[in-house]
């Protein structure tokens, strides 16, 4: 199974940004997305990306605000998050989706916590 690594996460304040990065060596499948899992709840989808378009897709609680973008020649993925809330502290995962949908497909990381004070 392919290893998905993700970084970048830490404490900022309201307002403030982050760049999440997805590591994904030997990705095999077209599709690649973020989920978040907020304490005390379920995960979440959050945005994809088809790999080979380009063409992205965002959750309506994010949109606007995240930008989901990837390097092909690193096989990784990124996540701006802007104009952070408060209800976006969460643990941020990434990994595959199944193309067309919003349905994650694969293994979990560990993941990266994201914080946002108010």
């Known amino acids: 199974q392919v290893q998905h690594v993700e970084s970048g996460g830490g404490l900022v304040q309201a307002g403030g940004s982050l760049r999440l990065s997805c590591a994904a060596p030997?990705?095999?499948?077209?599709?690649m997305g973020w989920f978040r899992q907020a304490p005390g709840k379920e995960r979440e989808f959050v945005g994809s990306?088809?790999?080979?378009?380009?063409?992205?897709y965002y959750a309506e609680s994010v949109k606007g605000r995240f930008t989901i973008s990837r390097d092909n020649a690193k096989n990784t993925m990124y996540l701006q998050m802007n104009s952070l809330k408060p209800e976006d502290t969460a643990v941020y995962y990434c990994?595959?989706?199944?193309?067309?949908?919003?349905?994650?497909?694969?293994?979990w990381g560990q993941g990266t916590q994201v914080t946002v004070s108010s």
């Open positions: 990994t595959s989706v199944v193309a067309g949908t919003t349905s994650p497909f694969g293994s």
């Open positions: 990306i088809s790999w080979n378009s380009g063409n992205t």
């Open positions: 030997g990705r095999t499948f077209s599709t």
